[in-house]
């Protein structure tokens, strides 16, 4: 365990907070907690957190919106807490941007479980079978001039520029790049970008291929990702792999 990894939760049931703080704490990491979106914000100002455990229904500014706001500023990861456990409220909550969504009440060692996955893939991108080695060739993917790197995680756009991606839409893109001009069903994008740690949510891969595509294509209108009627997606470019 990595004494130094550091933990936000944040929810406005002080026993709930408590609660998890204390168990995250006894599994080795540090943990702050905040009581709203302002809270999590100041501390966030003071430093940044490997993840954010985050409420949905608080008073004042809501989960939902601080996740989305988290993910357009290149925020950290984000697990996202709920009472409202349907799967329309999961896919809600990976729709604006979060990582993960656990319904309440939840066992503290599921959230355990999550969290550890979560900082696995963000820590070690080449932990599942879609990923490229994690030192020398293979590192890089290269189309129509945009640069993927998949031991820092970054994609940079053809002039150059830092695109933040989210877990999931990183874990996309790494599958499609590594399986160029081919068509993929959702099946298989949920196995290659996320294991055995993902729940099947047709509508939250739907989601995360459009928020990827929308940032692919925003540069100079090419089309990138092409859906294939009731058979799945594909990337169009070729692909280089140095």
């Known amino acids: 365990m990595d004494l130094h990894t550091y933990i936000l939760v944040v ?8 609660l998890i703080g204390d168990f995250l704490r006894e599994h080795g990491y540090l943990v702050d907690v905040a009581s709203d979106v302002a809270g999590m914000r100041d501390a966030i100002a003071r430093r940044r957190p490997d993840l954010v455990v985050l409420d949905v229904m608080m008073p004042g500014e809501d989960g ?13 990861p984000v697990i ?30 599921e959230l355990l479980a999550r969290v550890r996955a979560l900082l696995r893939r963000q820590g070690s991108p080449a932990g599942d079978s879609g990923a490229a080695p994690a030192t020398g060739e293979g590192a890089h993917y290269v189309f129509e001039g945009w640069n993927l790197d998949v031991v820092r995680r970054e994609l940079r756009d053809p002039a150059g520029t830092y695109i933040h991606l989210s877990d999931g839409e990183f ?9 160029p001009q081919r068509v993929l069903s959702r099946d298989q994008l949920l196995d290659h970008g996320h294991g055995h740690d993902a729940e099947v949510y047709d509508r939250a891969i739907d989601s995360q291929v459009s928020r990827l595509r929308r940032k692919l294509n925003g540069r100079d ?10 058979e799945g997606y594909m990337l169009l470019p070729a692909v280089v792999r140095r």
């Open 64 to 76: 939902l919106s601080a996740a989305r706001r988290l993910a357009s500023e290149a925020g950290p």
């Open 221 to 230: 209108g090419a089309e990138m990702i092409r859906t294939v009627r009731n």
């Open 80 to 109: 996202m807490l709920s009472a409202l456990g349907t799967d329309t409220d999961r896919i809600i909550g990976l729709e604006v941007g979060a990582d993960d969504y656990l319904a309440k009440p939840c066992n503290p060692r």
């Open 11 to 18: 929810d406005d049931d002080p026993e709930l907070r408590t």
């Open 171 to 179: 874990a996309l893109l790494r599958t499609f790049v590594s399986h």
